[in-house]
């Protein structure tokens, strides 16, 4: 799966930390997240959809053989 | 984020207390006590020494290893689960291990090998992952 969390937080002008305060997590788990190594659960997801006010498929995609 | 069953945060420092704390206990009060001829009988001066200090870092490793982290949050918790896995893994490796190559191992060694290697590696791992995690958020700042 990959995300474009790391776009969305450039278009808004928010730092990793503060995306990190308003989803109740911490800036590592962000951090691993933007950098494909952490699948976030379905609740994180939506939190972060959330955050940048757009569907969650917009922020995350499926890729091939997933 | 909801963790059931995991410490507050400062009870870490109450388990490296516990652990810290037996390393005095045992070097001091050791010289007094003939470990391999323990007296007999429960609740001797050897027993509750041995009780005392085994107790003593069972519980401290125990505390420590499942204390909540500073932000507990989802990643944590499969880092802690992962951990644990792993932990059980290699518990049960070394126990086979055990069994099959030492030869009338004294059962009493055996349990506390098994009480101590499942919590030890489980904190080796879960600290080591963490470090790792938050080594590679620092770099990519």
Sequence with gaps: MKNNIRVERAIKNITQAELAEQVQVSRQTINTIESNKYVPS???ALKIGRVFGKPVEDIFVLEEGD | ???????????RYLGLACFLVH???MLFFSQYHDMDNPQ?????????????TTLMVTVGLFLFAFSKEKVEDEQIMQLRRDSLQWAVYFNYVILIGVLIF??????????????WT??????????????KMNWSARKGD
């Design chain 2, 1 to 11: 984020m909801k963790t059931r069953f995991l410490f507050p945060y400062w009870f």
């Design chain 1, 42 to 44: 379905t609740i994180l």
């Design chain 2, 102 to 115: 030492t030869e009338h191992m004294e059962i009493r060694h055996i349990l506390l090998l098994n009480m």
């Design chain 2, 40 to 52: 007999p009988g429960l609740f001797t001066n050897s027993h509750i020494f041995f009780i005392f």
């Design chain 2, 118 to 131: 499942l919590l030890l590696f489980f904190i080796l791992r879960f600290q080591w992952v963490i470090f």
């Design chain 2, 23 to 25: 390393i005095p206990v």
